[in-house]
Every structure is written in structure tokens, then in C-alpha cells.
């Protein structure tokens, strides 16, 4: 069965550097999602991108992110100057049509953490 | 603003016993709703889907729920649990307009003892 992945596991960095969170969704989807989970909280939606265009974007995703497709399969959040609050378990999920009923399958997750 | 509330935050049950999550969500206009599970160290799988119809939903791993429109709710119900499945549940409501972001509930431990 098709699955989302995500790379790396685990990300250490220090307040201030910039990450990359990296996501290759399933094949023939073509909405994508970042969701990240501070630890003890409820899984948050951040971002939403379809057709190299964010669709839809929370409070929480600020001038500090951005999303790419670089190319045919990978999907990228980008934190540009981390801070301690952004370590969290970040979440890339895809789906097929994105409107109407429809089912988001999700990665393993990518634990960040800010030192 | 929509929202999603889980009651139960721990749960600890016995092998063979019942299960019952309850899911309660604010928004009046149409929904779809979705149980995921997170098992130790793995990502969110999907449970179960109610986007209309029967208001029974079948999910996998012998998990079921019940839609009630006027209680808001999609209880998550498996008659006989087993020690696999200790995990988090979690539910999410999405409610269209310009994407499908889910919203989620803060989430329910489910430990089973063996």
C-alpha cells in the first residue's frame, strides 16, 4: 500500500537555524498538508498546498515558514529562524482531490527539536 | 470557530473488555469525521470515516462507530479489546471550504492491560 514518508526521523538544531522538513506524499495525490503536535497537544493544521499554491494557512504559520514542491514528489516545510516553541512532531499528510469528502493519509512524523 | 472535544483523556481497560471513545464536535453545517489511531512510535493511521449515509461506520481492526447528527457526536466503539491495541486515538472533523483541513481532538491513551 502507498504511503506518505517523511525524512528525517529526528532533527536537533539550534534556535535560529533554519530546517528543512522533507515529505514525499503518495503518488497520484495532489493536495498536501503539514499538521505538527507540540508535545501534550492536540495535532494542528498549519498549511495546506495544491497546484504550487498554498491553499489554505493557519494563524500559527507565519513569515518563519514556507512550503515548497521542489520537484514531481517531495513536499518541503521550511522554517527559516527556529525558536524553542517550534519543536514539536511535525506531520506531512496528502490526499487524492482535497474537496468534498475526502481522506487525508498521513506520515510517520519528523520530531524537531530546538535546542 | 469549529472544534472537536474528547472526553476521555486516559483510558485503561482490561483485555475483552469494552471500548467506548466519545467524539463531540461544534459546526452546523454539513461535516465529514474520521477516527485515527497512533500505535507507539507510529504515524497517524486512519480508523474510520463517516462522510454520510448509514451512521454506522465500519473501520478496520473490528472497530466501529455511531454518527449522531443531533448529538454531534462519532463514538468510537470496539466490542472486545486487545492488548495491541494500546495506542492514542484521535478524532477529526474537517468542514470543507477552501481545503479539507481536519481539526482535531486533544486525543484519548487507550491502555489495554493484558
Known amino acids: 500500500e502507498p504511503e506518505v514518508t517523511q525524512t528525517p526521523s529526528h532533527q536537533v538544531t539550534q534556535m535560529g537555524q533554519e530546517v528543512i522538513l522533507r515529505c514525499v506524499p503518495i503518488s497520484n495525490h495532489l493536495y498536501f498538508y503539514w499538521y505538527r503536535q ?3 497537544q492536540k495535532v494542528e493544521f498549519l498549511v495546506s498546498f495544491y497546484n504550487n499554491e498554498i491553499s489554505e494557512k493557519s494563524e500559527i504559520f ?24 517550534d519543536s514539536a512532531m511535525y506531520f506531512c499528510a496528502s490526499s487524492e482531490s482535497g474537496v468534498g469528502p475526502d481522506t487525508q493519509y498521513f506520515g510517520p512524523g519528523t520530531r524537531l527539536t530546538v535546542l | ?10 483510558v485503561i481497560l482490561s483485555e475483552a473488555a469494552s471500548l467506548e471513545l466519545g467524539c463531540n464536535y461544534s459546526y452546523g453545517g454539513t461535516v465529514n469525521l474520521f477516527w485515527y489511531v497512533q500505535y507507539p512510535g507510529q504515524h497517524l493511521q486512519l480508523l474510520l470515516k463517516y462522510f454520510s449515509g448509514d451512521p454506522l461506520v465500519k473501520g478496520i481492526k473490528g472497530f466501529e462507530a455511531e454518527f449522531i447528527k ?11 479489546v486487545q492488548w495491541s491495541d494500546t495506542a492514542e486515538y484521535f478524532c477529526a472533523v474537517n468542514a470543507g471550504g477552501a481545503t479539507n483541513k481536519l481539526i482535531f481532538g486533544t486525543g484519548t491513551l487507550l491502555a489495554v492491560q493484558p
Do not use: C, M, W, Y
Request: proline residues 4%.
Open chain 1, 38 to 40: 507540540i508535545l501534550g
Open chain 2, 70 to 80: 443531533s448529538k454531534f457526536s462519532l463514538n468510537l466503539r470496539k466490542p472486545s
Open chain 2, 1 to 10: 470557530a469549529q472544534s472537536v472535544s474528547q472526553h476521555n483523556h486516559h
Open chain 1, 62 to 85: 507565519d513569515d518563519q515558514f514556507s512550503v515548497e514542491r521542489p520537484d514531481g514528489s517531495n513536499f518541503t516545510l521550511k522554517i527559516r529562524s527556529t525558536k524553542l516553541e
